[in-house]
C-alpha cells in the first residue's frame, strides 16, 4: 500500500464527509502555522505520513528534527502551515502516526541501547512480521530509525520455514527441498529448527540460513559451534536466534558468546514494534506565517 | 473503511503475490485445523477480523472464547479450519489482529479495574480520536470489551470544540453559537475548557457538554459545582474530565467525587489504546479435521 | 464520495473510452471559451461539480453568478475556458449538475417564499434523507442556496427512532433508553411519535428531540404545549413537524402558531428534493480567449 | 458504473460506518417482512436496485409489480424479507431509488399518452444525455418502462455533430466528413441542424441521420418532404426532431403529419427525464416470515 | 481504463513495495538522462505510455522520433530525464510498452506493404477484438501507427452479429430484425454470413454491412456483386471480408478485384496485433543533464 | 495484481456497459455449453483466467486438456456451460487469455526441445521481466507450462545488479557492498558483469550470482572455469548466461559445456515470451446442456 493511499484512507476514517467543528468554527480564509513539539524524551519517527497528511489537505510540512533523531521535552520537531483549517482537521491523524511511530522508534532504541557495549560490537537486533496490518512498512522504518535491523518484509520476498511447513512437507529435508525446487534462484532458504538434530538435518540438507527456535543459551552456543564445524560447499549457514528475546537477555547472551568468540549472525524480536507504546507529542497553532 | 477491505489489504500487504515458503513445502490438497490459544492471561478482542482473514482464504474461523472474555494462558480462544495453504498463509495476519486488539482490551480492562469498587458506581471511561490510523472502529470495539466506553467516532459524528477552534472563532461564546448554527440540530455541542472563567463562559453559551482539560481534582470539583449551580434551560450540561488521567488519578478522584456526593459524566484517556501492548497468542496446525 | 471522485465517474459514465464525435469534428490545438447562462429564471446552484468537471478536462470555470443568487432570463451564470475539445466534451456533464440543483435551489427557494412573512419569522423548514443515491451532499447544498436547512446528513451521524424502531425495540421507552445507552454522548435522540400518548411517552423517556409524524395542525399545536409544560431537567423537547407539509399548509400553520404564541422548531419536507424539476440552462461556445 | 458498484456506493452514503439508531434499537437476531407499496397511481421501475440494496445487506427482494406496469394506491409492488436491521436500514436507500424510478416511468408513460392514438401509431420519443449523473443506465430503462425509447448511450456509442461541432470544424460538410473518416464503420453520422440551408447540405455530406433543432412544424414538414427528395445512394436520411418538444406539441404535429402522409422517425425530450418528480412510495416492516 | 491507471499498476506489478537493487545500489540525490534507442529497423509506438511511467516516478519523458515514423538500428527515439533511481526503476515498464507496442505498428506496417500498390488504392485493412486483455486501446493505436485501421472498440459501441447470436435467434432474419430494435438508431447493423444464402437474407433483412467469413476469392466477387445488384432503399451494404486473411492472400485479392472493377469495402486480420513480436528497444542512462 | 481483478478489469475494457449485439439477439433465458478446441497443434495454457472470465459472468469452465499438456489440431481442451448469454460473452475476452498463454507455452517448449537431449541434461533456461504489463503471473506460468523456469518476479523479489546500477554505485564492488547491506539476509545478491574483470570483481566482493552479459561460448567457459577456481568461503557463485540466447545457440553451447565437463546453472531468454505469437483456438457453442 503506497504511502499516499494510507493516508488517503486514514483521513477518510477521521474526517469522512467532513469535520463539522472546524467548518462550523474556523473561517475559510485564515492561514497559520503549527509547531509539532516532544512531550517527552523521544527518538522522532513519521515525518513523511505526517507531511503527507498536511499535504492531502492543502498544507504544508517542515521538518525540524528529522526522523531517527532524539528530541529533548519541549523541543519542535515540526512545523505545518498553511489553511489553519488544514492545520487543526489533520492535526489527529499527524499526531496518530508520529506518536506511534515515534514511541516504536523511542523503544527500539532503548532495547538496543541494553546490548550494545562500547567495543560497537553489538549484536544486530531484527525485527518480525508482527507488525500492525497496513503500516508494515512504516514501523520497519521506525525500527531503523531506533537503531536496529528488518527482517524480510513479507510472504512474497524471502522463505522461511517454520514447524508448520515441516510438519506439512513431512520433514526438514523434505521442506528445504521442495523450497530450493520452487524459489527462484536469488532466493535464500531459512529453516527454523527446534533442536539441535533439526540443525544438522537442516545443515545437510543445504538451509541458507537457521533460525534457532526458543533455544536456550548454551544451545545457541552448541548451534553456532556445529554450524562451523559442518562442512559444505556453500560454507556455513547464516544464524539467527529468536523467541524471548529481551534486552537483557540478549546482553547476557553477547557477553558469553564474546567470551567464547563466537560469532550469532542476527536475534530477532518481534516486541520491538508489539511492546511499544506511543511517543507523547503534541501540536498547537501559532501566528500565522509571515 | 469495511472490515472486508482492510482485511483484503491486510493480505496483500503480507501474501502480496504469494506465499512463496507455503506454496513450496505444503501439498494443495491438505486440510487442517488450527487452535489459536493465550500464552499468557488476556481478554480476548478480534474475532471478526481473524474470521474474516480466514474466510477469505477459504476457511473457517469458529469461536471458543468470546469476544470480551478472559482466556487463562493455554487455552484455546478459537479454531481454523480448512486448507492447509490458507491455515498457515493467513496465521500471522490473523494473530495481528487478535494480539492487538486483545492487547487493548486486556489494558482497559485492568485500567478500569483500579477504580471499579463494590458499589458497582464505577466512573464512565471513554477512549479519544488517538487511535491507529485504519484501526479505529476495531480499537474502539476492543475497549469496549474491556469494560470502557465510546466517545464520538470521528470528526463527522460529533463536535468537539478544542482551544485551537477557540482561538480561530474568537473566543469560546463565538465558537459555541457558531457551532450551533452550523450543526444539525441532532448533534450535541462540546467545548474544551481550561479554566473557570471559560467553564462559565461555555455555560452561559449554551454547550451542551464540557470537556474539563488537565484539571486538578480540586477544579474538577468545583466546575461540577458550578455546573451545577447555574440556571439553564436546558439543565446542566454534561461533564468529561480529561488529560493526565491514569488508573490511579482516577481511582482517586472517585472516592473524592462519593465523599462529595458529586458526579462527574465521564473521563477520557487516549490510553486505554495507546499505551496497550500486545496479548500473546500463538498458533498450532492440528490433525486434520474429521 | 468525495466531489472530484463523483466527477470521475461521471465523466467515466458519459465520456467513457472517448467523445468519438468531438475527436473527430474538433481540432486538438483549439482553446476558446463557453458561456453559461440562465433560460430562465432561476436561484443558482452547482459551480463546485460544472468547476471539477472542467478541471479534470484540462478547463478552467469561472463564477460569475455565485450559488445561492439569483439569475435572469439570458444572464450569463459562469464561463468555461480552455481547450475546445475540453469545454465541448464536458458541457453535458457540467450542465448536467448546474441544471439539478439550479432546480433543487429554486424550487427550495419558492417554496420557503410561501411562508416568510415579513416579520422576519419564518419557520425552519428542514430537508429529509430522500435525496438522490450519490448526489446527497450536493443536493443539501442546494437547499440552503434556497433558504431552507438541513437535517441529519445520514444514518450514522444523527440518531432518529421512527416507527420501525419502536417496533422493533418493543415501545417508544425501549427504543429511546436503548438508543441513549448505545449513542455516544454528543448525538441527540430524536424520536418519531404518531399520537399524543406516545408524545408524553417520548417525553418522560428523555427524548431530546421529537418528531411529530403526519399530525393536523390542532395536535401540533397540542403537542407544543405539552412539551412545554411537562417539567424536565433537561429542559422541552425539541419538535419538528413532519408529512404531507407544503408551501400553503406550512404558510398557514405559521399564521396559527402566531396567533397563539407557540414556537415549533423546525418542519422537514422531502419534496424540497424529490418534487423539483430541473432549471434550464444552456452553453455556448465563444471566440477564443484573449 | 456496474448495478452494484452504485449501490456499495450508495449505502456507503447513507449508512457509512453504521445506522447507530438501528443498531441500538433492533435486537441483532430478528428477522422478518417488509412490504413497499404505492401511495399513489404510479408505473412501477426500480426492482433491480433496490434488490441489490437488500442483497448487499443481506436481505431478499421479491418483485410483486414488475418493472412497467400500473399500480394503484396501496398496491404492494414488492418485499423484502431477511435480519430486521437490513430491512430498516436499506429502506431509505431502496425507496429512493424506486421512487425516482418510478417517477420518470410513470411521468413518461403520462407524456406519450398524449400523443399515441387508438390507431396505434405513435411517434417514437426518445430520451435524452440530459441524465443525473451515475443515474443514466436506471434512468433510461425507466424511460423504456414508460414507453418511451433510448437515444444514444454515450458519448462513445454514437456520433452526434452539434452546433458547436460545426463551429469548430468549420462547417457542416467538414464536420461530417470528418466524422466519417474517423468513426468505425458500425456508427451512424448524425448532423444537428438548425435550417434548411444546412439540412441540405448535412444531406449532401452524406449525414446518415438528421436532428432538427428547435424547428417549428412548418419547418419540420419542409424537412422531411426534402429528405424524402433528394436523391442519395445511400436513401433518405432518418430524421428526429428536437427542442421545446411537449407532449402536446408532439400530439398536435402527429396528427399534422399524419394528414400529410409523412413520417417522422423520432421526436427526442430531455423532460421525460428532466422534469419527472418522484413517485410515492414508503414501506412497513410486517410480521417475521413463516 | 485510463492510461494513468494501467501505468499505474504496470508499476505496481514490476516496482510493488520497492525496487530492492536502485534503492540500494543508486544514491538518492543523483539526477540524470537516458536515451532509448532501436536496436533493429522499426516503427516507432508506444510514447504515451513510456512518458506516463516515467511521469509517475517523478522523471520526464522527450520524444525523438514520434508515433508511426520508422527508426533505422541506433536511432534514438526518446530521452527520460529525471533522478537516476525514476529512470532505472521505470526502465523495464516503459520498455516493456515500447516494445509490444512499436513490433505490433512494424508488423502491421510490413503486412499493408505487401498489398498497397503505386496506385495508391490499396484496400483498407482493419484490426479485429483480438488484443490482449487491458492493452486494446494501446494497440489499436499501433495498428494505426501501422497504417491499418480499426474495427468496432468493444462490444458496447458497435453491433456484429456472427455465427452463435443467429443460432441463439433462430436465424439471419430474425438476428438482424432483433438488433435492428434494440439498438439505437445510431449503431449499423453488421451481420456475418458463411455463405451466399446467408448473404442475401442478410441483405434482405436490412443488414447495414456485411462480414464475409471465410469465404475464398471467387466466393468473394460473388457476394460484392450480389451486393451491388440486391436493390434496396438504403443502398448496398458495407462489405468486409475476415478470415485467414494474410498480407499475400490480400495481395492476391486486390490485384483481382481491380481486374475486375470491384470494390471491397475492407478485410480483418486478428494478426495484425497477434502475429506481432516486440521490436528490440534499449535504454542507456547518459551523463546527468546540464 | 490479483487474477480476479484482471478478468474483471479486461470484462470491463470489451464488453463495459454491454454487450449490445448478444442482448439484443439471445434470448435471456437460454442456456447452452460451448466447446473450446485447438485449430493447430499447440500445448495448452490459461484455464484460470478462461474459468474466471465464465464465472465472473455466470457460468462455469471445466478443463479438458490440462496446462502445459500437448492438444492436436480439432482437439477440445476445454468446455464452458451456463446461460447462453454468458458463453457468447465471454468468449473474446477467455480466448484472448487462452489463445496468448498457449503461444507462450508452445513457444517456450519448442525452444526448450532444441537443446534437450536425450541424456536429459538439459540447461536450465529462466524467463525475464520482459513481459506484458499487468500479464506477467500468467506468462510466467506459462512459460513453466512450456517446460522452463522463472527468474524472479519483480524489483521487490530479488536484487539484480546491472550496468547502470554499476556506474551509479561507483563501481561493481561498491555495488555490491551497497546491496548486501541494504537487502535483508534472505535475499541474494546476483550482479551482471560484462568482461572477465568485472567477474574477477564480483566474486571477490561476495556476490552470490553472476549474469554474465552477452558473452560469447569461450568467455562463457572462461567464467566457469574462473567461478570455480576463486576460492571463497561460501563457495562458487551460481552463474547464468544472458543476452542474444536463442534455442540453436544453446544447443551448441550445451554440447560445448558437456564436452568440457562444465556446468552453467542457467540462461535466460526474454524471447520465450517476446517472440512467442498466440495459438490458434476457437470456441462454437453446443447444444444446451443434458
Redesign the interface.
Given at each position: 500500500?503506497k504511502l499516499a493511499h494510507?493516508?488517503q484512507?486514514?483521513l477518510?476514517?477521521?474526517?469522512?464527509?467532513?469535520?463539522?467543528?472546524?467548518?462550523?468554527?474556523?473561517?475559510v480564509g485564515?492561514v497559520g502555522r503549527a509547531r509539532v513539539y516532544a512531550k517527552e524524551g523521544l527518538v522522532v519517527c513519521g515525518h513523511e505520513p505526517a507531511a503527507e497528511v498536511f499535504r492531502q489537505l492543502g498544507a504544508t510540512w517542515e521538518v525540524v528534527v528529522r526522523d531517527g533523531q532524539r528530541a529533548v521535552p519541549g523541543q519542535t520537531i515540526g512545523h505545518a502551515a498553511g489553511p489553519?483549517r488544514a492545520?487543526?482537521?489533520g492535526?489527529?491523524?499527524a499526531?496518530?502516526?508520529l506518536?506511534?511511530l515515534s514511541?516504536i522508534a523511542t523503544h527500539t532504541a532503548a532495547t538496543v541501547a541494553m546490548f550494545s557495549g562500547p567495543s560497537g560490537a553489538a549484536l544486530r537486533v531484527l525485527d518480525t512480521?508482527?507488525?500492525?496490518?497496513?503500516?508494515?512498512?512504516l514501523e520497519k522504518h521506525a525500527v531503523r530509525c531506533g537503531g536496529a535491523f528488518?527482517?524480510?518484509?513479507?510472504?512474497?520476498?524471502?522463505?522461511?520455514?517454520?514447524d508448520?511447513?515441516?510438519?506439512?512437507?513431512g520433514g526438514v529435508t523434505?521442506?528445504i527441498h521442495?523450497?530450493r525446487?520452487?524459489?527462484?534462484?536469488?532466493?535464500?532458504i531459512?529453516c527454523e529448527v527446534e533442536s539441535i538434530d533439526e540443525l544438522r538435518e537442516a545443515l545437510a540438507a543445504g538451509a541458507?540460513?537457521i533460525l534457532l527456535d526458543n533455544m536456550d543459551d548454551e544451545a545457541v552456543v552448541a548451534a553456532i559451534i556445529i554450524n562451523q564445524e559442518t562442512p559444505?560447499?556453500?560454507?556455513?549457514a547464516?544464524i539467527?536466534a529468536s523467541g524471548n528475546m529481551t534486552g537483557p537477555r540478549i546482553a547476557g547472551l553477547r557477553v558469553l558468546l564474546e567470551s567464547r568468540g563466537l560469532r550469532l549472525?542476527?536475534v530477532s524480536m518481534g516486541g520491538l514494534i508489539?511492546?511499544?507504546?506511543?511517543a507523547d507529542l503534541s501540536m498547537?497553532?501559532e501566528a500565522a506565517p509571515a
Open positions: 500500500m494510507l493516508v484512507l486514514s477518510g476514517e477521521d474526517v469522512g464527509p467532513g469535520d463539522v467543528t472546524t467548518e462550523a468554527t474556523v473561517p485564515g489553519l492545520l487543526i482537521t492535526e489527529r491523524v499526531l496518530n502516526f506518536m506511534r514511541g512480521r508482527k507488525t500492525t496490518p497496513l503500516h508494515r512498512s528488518n527482517h524480510r518484509g513479507a510472504l512474497y520476498d524471502g522463505v522461511l520455514i517454520k508448520n511447513h515441516v510438519v506439512a512437507a523434505a521442506a521442495s523450497a525446487a520452487a524459489a527462484h534462484h536469488l532466493l535464500k531459512e541458507d540460513a559444505r560447499t556453500s560454507g556455513p547464516w539467527e549472525d542476527a508489539h511492546q511499544a507504546r506511543w498547537r497553532v
